[in-house]
């Protein structure tokens, strides 16, 4: 089964620093998918990459998928206190299911 | 925006009981999820439903546990006999495609609390 890794856990950062969170697969990914988690809400729908290489912005958050398909990143740039949340990274395997990393927890201190 | 709604939002009840969850997709999707996140793991999937049968389900989605759309609008998931480690965040998601850009929308989640 494909397994997806996040890094960091958790990461703790100051109001209009930039950071990046990413993910890794054990196997080549077909579609990763980025969603972001408030607490104790739903999921919401960021960013989907397919083509290696492939690079999407929406305002300050910038998602890439490496040339191999095997690794993405999500970088925030000058992060604000809206952008805290659970942030998860997904593909789809074999079965169509999609299934997601453990998460990045990310808080902005004002 | 159209979105997909789960009630109730939270729910406790006592070991044993039974439990049903309800969503309402969008609209105009055809696919169906259910996937469930204990507190502080994963958010893990357990089945996904399309013309009115199961297409994939994990280990996780045995006999305890049952989907249906009983109606053009609802898509239920049916807890029997629940056990405490039942108690998690049961979210449901649509999309309109099986495959390729598939996006699902999740729902708010219910939140399931089993005494």
């Known amino acids: 089964s494909q397994e997806l890794e996040q890094s960091p856990q958790s990461l703790i950062v100051q109001e209009g620093k930039n950071l990046t969170i990413n993910c890794t697969s054990s196997k080549t990914l077909y579609g990763l998918y980025w969603y972001k988690q408030k607490y104790g809400e739903g999921l919401i729908f960021l960013m989907m990459l397919q083509k290696g290489g492939e690079e999407k912005s929406h305002e300050k958050i910038t998602a890439k998928l490496d040339e191999k398909k095997q690794q993405s990143s999500l970088h925030i740039t000058a992060s604000q206190p809206s952008h805290a949340g659970i942030y998860l990274c997904g593909a789809v395997n074999a079965g169509n299911m999609l299934t997601f990393g453990g998460g990045t927890r990310l808080m902005v201190k004002p | 925006e159209p979105e997909v709604t789960q009630t109730p939002s939270h729910q406790v009840t006592q070991m044993g009981q039974e439990v049903i969850l309800r969503c309402v997709p969008i609209?105009?999707?055809?696919?169906f999820y259910w996937y469930r996140q204990i507190l502080g793991q994963k958010v893990e999937f357990l089945v996904s439903f399309y013309n009115n049968e199961i297409s994939e389900k994990s280990e996780i989605f045995d006999d305890q546990f049952s989907v249906e759309r009983p109606d053009g609008s609802n898509f239920t998931l049916k807890i029997r006999s629940t056990k405490l480690e039942d108690s998690a965040m049961y979210f449901c998601?649509?999309?309109?495609?099986?495959?390729?850009?598939?996006?699902?929308?999740f729902g708010a989640g219910s939140r399931l609390t089993v005494l």
């Open positions: 998601a649509s999309s309109d495609s099986r495959s390729g850009a598939n996006v699902l929308t």
């Open positions: 609209s105009n999707h055809l696919y």
